[in-house]
């Protein structure tokens, strides 16, 4: 399984807001900012955070990806 922010960064764009000002409005560190641009894990108390700047869902910014769908391999 991977996570997919892509969600999150048109979101930031539909709204007018820059990945800094969302950071600071949701108090997330640099370190948390960069782990989502990267797609990596981060705290379900973050991403609520940054639902609540946005007035949205987790649904809203994150994907999950089956990595392993169209493989063969089950």
Same mark, same amino acid.
Request: aromatic letters at 2%; a neutral charge; glycine letters at 6%.
């Given at each position: 399984?991977?996570?997919?922010? &892509?969600? !999150? ?14 950071? !600071? %409005? ?5 370190? =948390?900012?960069?782990?989502?641009? %990267?797609?990596? =894990? ?28 169209? &493989?063969?391999?089950?």
């Amino acid at each position: 399984m991977a996570l997919s922010y &892509n969600k !999150l960064w048109k979101l930031l764009i539909d709204k007018g807001m820059t990945k800094t000002e969302m950071r !600071l %409005k949701a108090d997330i560190s640099t370190t =948390t900012l960069a782990k989502l641009g %990267k797609n990596e =894990t981060v705290s379900m108390e973050v991403l609520l955070r940054i639902c609540k700047v946005l007035d949205c869902n987790v649904g809203d910014i994150m994907d999950v990806i089956n990595e392993e769908a169209g &493989n063969g391999d089950k």
